[in-house]
């Protein structure tokens, strides 16, 4: 779903550079359990063996501070389980992340209050992240009240403000989340986020459980909140015409991996990997280049056996021997413009 009619372009100026997220060569494995059949089948002499699937592959990015980084890919690509891992609530099985030069996870652990204050998550559907039992000033004001961010006396006042920042009336404190529109449920996921002052935001297709028109709106805020508060931002989203607007870069994710990143308008102008132009060729308003590219083809595959070499060649119109066998490095192609494609070779 787009939401472009009513989004102004919201990139602001010029970005402050300074490095504040550090993604160094992060995988992430989930192993797959064998069930009741399988262990038996494997006490019995089977060869049969837990599976496992690579959702994030060796993954290196670097978020400036201030910058809105939007994190593009299809369902399955691993954007939400990289997100996770940002936000602490995934450790990587390896590689290294920063926040601000201090490790976000040491030991398997988050490694600081600070830093997990500081990077908070909003997520696709308000609803099931929001617990029906508790009121709305509860949900609000109960991670600062313990965290001391706040006192028992002024809660209230801190948690009207917070509401007032996010567009929501005050008088609506002591209602449960079911008395609220999606939209609005959207916002208290967005006041809960705030309300522990955080530096960073992981926006997991956080708007695409809304209506087109609540979209924009949703869309706004986030960009007002950036200009007001300092926020940085990851945007991860399926939709590439949903980070146009806002995002100061694009990362393009396929099956685990980085294949492309570049200043948005770089992306649009001119996409560099074939993945890249496939995801162009479905944003609906671009006409030219819908006939200038061809469409993804397929599903994507598995990721507990991707294919080969370039992960993206059984798809690929592009496709030589060599990408099925050899897996082509993430290069810099141009300043500040990287593609991992052997085309380019
Ligand atoms: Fe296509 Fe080969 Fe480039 Fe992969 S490396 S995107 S298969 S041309």
């Given at each position: 779903m787009t939401a472009q009619p009513d989004i102004a372009n919201l990139r ?56 809105v980084v939007g994190l593009v890919g299809e369902s399955?690509c691993?954007k ?125 297709e956080?708007i695409a459980?809304?209506?087109v028109s609540?979209q924009a709106?949703?869309i706004n805020?986030?960009m ?11 945007f991860i989203s399926h939709d590439l015409s949903v980070v146009e607007h806002i995002a100061d870069r694009v990362v393009i994710m396929y099956?685990?991996?980085?294949v492309e990143v570049a200043a948005t308008e770089d992306i649009f102008d001119a996409p560099n990997h074939p993945y890249t132009q496939a995801l162009l060729s479905e944003v609906p308003r671009i006409e030219l280049r819908r006939r200038q590219y061809q469409p993804v083809k397929?599903?994507i ?11 993206f060649?059984?798809r690929c119109p592009h ?14 192609i141009a300043?500040?413009r990287?593609s991992?494609c052997?085309l380019?070779?």
């Amino acid at each position: 779903m787009t939401a472009q009619p009513d989004i102004a372009n919201l990139r602001a100026a010029p970005v402050e550079r300074r490095p504040i997220l550090e993604a160094r060569d992060v995988s992430k494995r989930f192993v797959k359990r064998l069930d009741l059949a399988g262990r038996i089948a494997r006490r019995l002499g089977s060869s049969i063996r837990e599976e496992t699937v690579h959702a994030v592959d060796g993954v290196n990015l670097t978020v400036g501070a201030g910058e809105v980084v939007g994190l593009v890919g299809e369902s399955g690509c691993g954007k939400s389980t990289f997100g996770r891992m940002v936000a602490g609530i995934l450790p990587p099985t390896e590689g290294s992340l920063a926040f601000d030069g201090k490790p976000v996870w040491q030991g398997g652990k988050v490694a600081g209050h600070d830093t997990a204050l500081a990077i908070q998550m909003i997520f696709q559907d308000p609803f099931a992240s929001l617990d029906p039992r508790m009121r709305v000033e509860e949900i609000i004001g109960e991670a600062p009240l313990v965290h001391g961010m706040v006192g028992r006396k002024g809660l209230a006042d801190y948690v009207a403000e917070t509401m007032l920042r996010v567009g929501l009336d005050p008088d609506f404190r002591r209602r449960y989340p079911h008395q609220f529109s999606g939209g609005q449920r959207q916002r208290i996921g967005i006041a809960r986020a705030l309300a522990v002052k955080p530096r960073f935001l992981v926006c997991d297709e956080a708007i695409a459980a809304l209506d087109v028109s609540i979209q924009a709106q949703v869309i706004n805020l986030f960009m007002d909140l950036r200009a007001d508060l300092d926020l940085t931002y990851l945007f991860i989203s399926h939709d590439l015409s949903v980070v146009e607007h806002i995002a100061d870069r694009v990362v393009i994710m396929y099956l685990g991996r980085v294949v492309e990143v570049a200043a948005t308008e770089d992306i649009f102008d001119a996409p560099n990997h074939p993945y890249t132009q496939a995801l162009l060729s479905e944003v609906p308003r671009i006409e030219l280049r819908r006939r200038q590219y061809q469409p993804v083809k397929g599903e994507i595959p598995s990721p507990l056996d991707p294919p080969s070499g370039c992960h993206f060649h059984p798809r690929c119109p592009h496709a030589t021997e060599r990408c099925r066998i050899e897996r082509p490095a993430l290069k810099e192609i141009a300043p500040d413009r990287w593609s991992a494609c052997h085309l380019n070779d």
